[in-house]
């Protein structure tokens, strides 16, 4: 039986996410990418809340994505914002999620943006 990649990465997210729960004290930054966007929150699973939330979307970071950026680069960029947001509102340690994805490439590159805007993981 042979799985298609997205199967795959579902059946790691399951995996993962029995081990992995974002309390209050640490809450969970949860990664989605798509084709060509990338999606971050940080959810508090205990309360069932997303506290902070971001993406290559984010009207505040549109400024600076224009232009001929890469997909790594504006990660990188929403890692930082992301940092910022929860910073400002008290959130200095989390757990990363990475959702069965490789932490290669752009998932990589977000962590990295977030541990640079000051996040603990």
Same mark, same amino acid.
Do not use: C
């Given at each position: 039986m042979f799985l298609k990649d997205n199967q795959k990465?579902?059946?790691?997210?399951?995996?993962?996410r029995k081990k992995l729960s974002g309390?209050?004290?640490r809450p969970?930054?949860?990664?989605?990418?798509?084709l060509d966007k990338i999606y971050a929150q940080i959810v508090d699973?205990?309360?069932?809340? #997303?506290? &902070?939330?971001?993406? +290559?979307?984010t009207k505040e970071l549109a400024e600076e994505l224009k232009g001929t950026m890469t997909k790594v680069a504006k990660?990188?960029?929403v890692g930082k914002y992301i940092?910022?947001?929860?910073?400002?509102k008290g959130i200095? #340690?989390? &757990?990363?999620?990475? +959702?069965?994805?490789?932490?290669?490439?752009?998932?990589?590159?977000l962590a990295e943006g977030a541990r640079e805007g000051g996040l603990k993981f």
């Open positions: 990465r579902a059946r790691k997210k399951i995996r993962v309390t209050t004290e969970r930054l949860a990664v989605y990418r798509s699973d205990s309360k069932g809340v #997303t506290l &902070v939330a971001a993406s +290559s979307l990660s990188k960029l940092a910022k947001i929860a910073i400002e200095e #340690t989390i &757990v990363f999620d990475r +959702s069965g994805y490789n932490y290669h490439g752009r998932v990589q590159a």
